[in-house]
């Protein structure tokens, strides 16, 4: 053995004794929480968290994010609160239903879904300080598709309080 494998070899067992305790890190997750919104590298993500949080036994925190993008209604003509959709409810709908697409009908995890209306980036954050692992896809429905990395996800993987997971 050469004098650098000798020297590689010495400071990778350094590093395993000095710090034993990030090995077991991971195994300590109680929870987990991924970002959906639909899009397929939502779906990867919701696929890949569910996976990990069967390996460590960790509950998955199923969270979609809407913003309110229409302008509040103006003018004189009124609307009747019982005519309008919760946006929140139907969402929340909408969520149960890709939770079951993706995951099956008895996912093999404690799933629950949360629904919030904000900034996608914002609300994940946010999240992230109950969890011990944030996941998220690559990129949404935004509008560049060029790029390989979204804002949500550069958000997040930059603010996050908890370590981030951007499955491609």
Aim: aromatic content about 4%.
């Amino acid at each position: 053995m050469g004098p650098r494998r000798r020297r590689a070899a010495q400071v990778k067992k350094a590093a395993v004794r000095r710090y034993p305790e990030e090995e077991t890190m991971a195994s300590t997750w109680k929870t987990i929480v991924v970002g959906v919104d639909g899009s397929p590298s939502s779906r990867t993500a919701l696929t890949w968290a569910a996976a990990e949080a069967v390996d460590h036994g960790a509950d998955l925190v199923v969270l979609n994010v809407w913003e309110h993008t229409l302008p509040p209604p103006t003018g004189s003509v009124s609307v009747s609160e019982k005519y309008v959709p919760d946006p929140s409810q139907r969402t929340g709908d909408d969520l149960v239903e890709l939770i079951k697409e993706v995951l099956g009908e008895t996912p093999p995890v404690l799933v629950q879904p949360h629904v919030k209306q904000g900034n996608p980036a914002r609300m994940l954050i946010e999240q992230s300080e109950n969890a011990d692992l944030l996941v998220v896809g690559t990129r949404g429905h935004g509008g560049f598709r060029g790029l390989v990395l979204g804002s949500v996800s550069q958000h997040v993987a930059a603010y996050a309080k908890c370590p981030v997971a951007v499955v491609l």
